[in-house]
């Protein structure tokens, strides 16, 4: 009888055992799918200089194969903790607008558009002295701002588009968030990369600083240093250290070019197109092929048929293109229209992921006027002269045109038209200045305007 009971006391440990391995296995496995996040759909690669979605070529048989069509949309998960923005409203949603982009995702992505970049520091708001970010002084990340940023690449990767997340703004700093200095910047830098290894995006590429020699950047405690190519080169090697797979790069100035420093340490070569004029994409991008890896543009304030020209060029040349809808999707109030945020560069999009697509390069001469110098985040001395060079390319000269320079949108000089222009100017004030070009026509009529260029004019050396 003993005999028995010890049997079946055995046989019923031996079930419990089975069934609680059973348990853990089923709780390990589910523990282990939400971590690595198995069902996302998109994974981005680079093979040699090209791009790869899911180890497919991006765009196949279009003039765009093997770029990555990008959108600059940094101020889609956006939130100021300071008072300035209750001065223009009392209702803004951080999370409702978040969904106002969330909704048009698959719309700009049937037009062409391969990549968002999305910002932890969001980018200019069109008003000074926002606070936005995703980190707390110390490096730490915030939850709520993960949060929307989360949703945005879920979302983007259902609908088959890769994220560029930009961590440092130069604007973000001199208020009670901001990063205490080098070691938080990089706690936020390895906070982030950890971030997205737990979370298992594989849409993810990461930009380390949004134009990392801007001015701005000199107000940040040790921003000195990351304003460097050194310091680019440690956090860009810090990323990589902590999630080898995770492709890094870091963008520089609106000029085109790119420090040899940064092209070897970075997977990819994030240059900026809003300073230089459209003759001048073609040796900007041939100087960066020797590299070898992938050019992306992507951030190109241009816009309608001249953010088209400087799209198509972009693209003939070899480098990938980000749009940036300045007025309508980064400036407050944000929109969020589809294509109809800018029909004829989003119609060029879709043009140039088309299989087939052939490009007519007469087409693409169009008038176009660009600062050149300044560049944005140039700093000058109170009392100094700023000299602003112009680019003014196929201009009518069949009528009478003048060129006016306007410094936060008041004259500062006339000109009259020409190919390449240059006009001297000196501030009275400090503080930040943003310069326009603008062409009119013999009766005063405006025809079309640079992008803007922001410099900073300090009474201090």
């Not at 606070?131 to 945005?152: C, H, K, P, W």
């Not at 087409?363 to 009392?383: A, M, Q, V, W």
């Not at 500062?412 to 501030?427: F, M």
Request: aromatic share 10%; net charge negative; with cysteine.
């Amino acid at each position: 009888m003993q005999r028995i009971n010890d049997e079946s006391r055995m046989s019923g440990i031996l079930h419990y055992l089975l069934l609680s391995m059973i348990v853990l296995l089923l709780v390990a496995g589910c523990t282990s799918e939400n971590k690595n996040d198995k069902d996302f759909k998109t994974s981005v690669s680079i093979v040699g200089d090209k791009w790869y979605f899911n180890d497919q070529i991006l765009n196949p048989g279009s003039p765009a194969e093997g770029l990555l069509m990008n959108v600059r949309m940094v101020n889609t998960i956006y939130e100021d903790r300071g008072p300035e923005l209750t001065k223009l409203t009392d209702d803004f949603d951080p999370e409702a607008n978040a969904h106002s982009f969330i909704e048009k995702i698959p719309e700009y992505v049937s037009s062409g558009v391969n990549a968002f970049t999305i910002s932890l520091q969001g980018g200019m708001p069109g008003y000074e002295g926002a606070i936005n970010t995703a980190f707390n002084a110390d490096g730490s990340l915030r939850d709520d701002y993960m949060q929307r940023a989360e949703r945005v690449i879920r979302a983007s990767d259902e609908n088959n588009a890769a994220i560029i997340l930009s961590l440092f703004y130069q604007r973000q700093h001199s208020h009670d968030y901001a990063l205490t200095g080098k070691e938080s910047i990089r706690n936020a830098l390895e906070n982030t990369v950890n971030w997205i290894t737990e979370k298992g995006f594989t849409n993810v590429v990461l930009e380390v600083s949004n134009e990392y020699r801007h001015g701005g950047f000199r107000n940040w405690t040790d921003g000195d240093w990351l304003m460097s190519e050194e310091g680019q080169v440690e956090l860009i090697r810090l990323a990589k250290q902590l999630n080898p797979e995770l492709l890094v790069s870091t963008s520089g100035m609106g000029n085109g070019r790119y420090h040899e420093d940064l092209a070897r340490a970075a997977d990819f070569l994030l240059i900026h197109f809003n300073t230089t004029s459209l003759d001048l994409y073609e040796s900007r991008i041939e100087d960066v092929k020797k590299y070898g890896k992938p050019i992306v543009c992507n951030e190109d304030d241009k816009l309608g048929p001249e953010g088209a020209a400087a799209q198509a060029i972009a693209v003939m040349n070899g480098s990938s293109w980000g749009y940036m809808g300045m007025l309508r999707n980064q400036y407050f109030p944000f929109e969020f229209l589809g294509v109809e945020d800018d029909p004829e560069v989003y119609e060029m999009y879709s043009n140039l992921t088309t299989p087939g697509f052939q490009i007519d390069p007469e087409s693409l001469k169009y008038n176009s006027i660009t600062i050149n110098y300044p560049h944005d985040g140039e700093i000058f001395r109170l009392g100094q002269t700023i000299e602003i060079n112009l680019s003014h390319l196929y201009s009518d000269d069949s009528e009478a045109r003048s060129i006016v320079i306007l410094a936060n949108n008041e004259q500062i000089a006339e000109l009259d038209n020409g190919i390449r222009l240059r006009v001297s100017w000196r501030p009275d004030e400090p503080g930040i200045y943003d310069f326009q070009a603008v062409v009119r026509d013999e009766t005063g009529e405006e025809l079309y305007r640079s992008a803007e260029v922001d410099i900073i004019v300090q009474s201090d050396p």
